[in-house]
């Protein structure tokens, strides 16, 4: 296949169909470098359109770098509470205090350089050098994957393909342009080449496209069988005190859903450990001495690694206030920095 003539089709098929996303700039002008960084650490395993407002309510907050570093822990991960993968929200306020602090408040603007930075690691790094500086270095994620498996007919399985892959992309990158491109090829991969029923009638490659040609595209790319995910199980205390406060616990800094505000629950543990908890078992765990009462039902949540489900019980406390606790109103619970498993929970609670 003749490169130029594939990625000038593409970058002319991108100046008229390029997604509206708020962190880009239009076609042919780099975008800044801070929107870029931000928006590539929200899109860590989350989807275009859960990251869209948490990105414009960041940055109507905190429009420049130097706000975010400033900002208080605390409330940077309230604003971050229902994205998920908590460790992110911590990295990015360390990662702004150390542009801010040791840079002056400007990104480095070569890979290695922004590869050294607290949370950016090849991927984000290569997006922002690319999208922010006009770095040669092509960004490849899954959707990019996708399009390059496809359009060469790749039929080794994802993961072990993905070096042949990311060769692939960089075969075909113009010396110019090289920002435009790659998103370009992402947003192929997430408007036209999408997983089930490709669009290829629409598709600027349709004519090259070994995949389609061969009958095989939408069964591409191949994936190595999954291992199943394993499920966990653990046991949340609703305590409530006199005056209808329920007792919130805050996790320890390291770990999933580190830092993060929790109903004080057990341990999450797998049928190897012990599976599901009795609540004789359980109350070791609780945080104050109540009598407790089950709510009927479970609540699940997925993890990346493992299913979640947590069976709930309530008490009545009378006071006391367990280390790294607060009591919070019933009507402040929605302001509070919950992980989406924690507001399950309260909602399960509540009802
Ligand atoms: S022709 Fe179809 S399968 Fe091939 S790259 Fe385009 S959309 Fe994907």
């Not at 950016?120 to 959707?143: E, K, L, P, Q, W």
Request: hydrophobic share 40%.
């Amino acid at each position: 296949m003749e490169a130029d003539r594939l990625s000038r089709t593409l970058l002319a098929w991108y100046d008229a169909e390029a997604r509206r996303l708020p962190w880009r700039s239009p076609p042919g002008v780099y975008a800044d470098p801070y929107h870029v960084w931000l928006s590539e650490v929200m899109l860590q395993q989350t989807t275009v359109a859960a990251v869209i407002p948490y990105f414009r309510k960041f940055l109507d907050r905190w429009p420049t770098v130097l706000d975010l570093a400033a900002a208080d822990s605390e409330e940077v991960m309230a604003a971050w509470a229902g994205l998920g993968y908590y460790a992110r929200a911590r990295n990015l306020l360390k990662c702004a205090q150390h542009v801010a602090s040791v840079l002056g408040g400007r990104f480095p603007d070569t890979e290695d350089g922004l590869r050294s930075l607290p949370g950016i690691g090849d991927y984000t790094a290569a997006a922002i050098a690319s999208i922010a500086f006009g770095r040669a270095t092509v960004v490849v994620d899954g959707n990019v994957e996708r399009v390059m498996a496809r359009l060469f007919a790749e039929q080794a399985p994802l993961p072990g393909v993905k070096p042949r892959l990311k060769q692939r992309a960089a075969q075909l990158a113009p010396q110019e342009r090289c920002g435009d491109y790659s998103q370009a090829l992402m947003d192929l991969g997430a408007t036209l080449c999408t997983p089930r029923n490709p669009a290829c009638g629409l598709c600027p490659w349709v004519r090259d496209c070994q995949g389609r040609l061969q009958g095989i595209a939408a069964d591409l790319p191949a994936r190595t069988p999954k291992a199943e995910k394993p499920t966990r199980h653990g046991l949340a205390f609703w305590i409530a005190r006199w005056d209808g406060s329920i007792l919130l616990r805050k996790r320890p800094p390291h770990g999933l859903l580190g830092g993060m505000l929790e109903v004080p629950s057990t341990p999450w543990r797998d049928s190897s450990e012990g599976g599901a908890w009795t609540l004789d078992e359980a109350s070791k765990h609780a945080p104050l001495s109540c009598s407790w009462h089950p709510v009927r039902g479970t609540v699940r949540h997925t993890f990346t690694h493992f299913h979640l489900e947590m069976t709930v019980v309530t008490g009545i406390a009378r006071g006391g206030e367990p280390p790294a606790s607060r009591w919070v109103s019933p009507e402040s619970l929605g302001e509070q920095a919950l992980p989406t498993i924690m507001r399950k929970i309260v909602r399960h609670a509540m009802l």
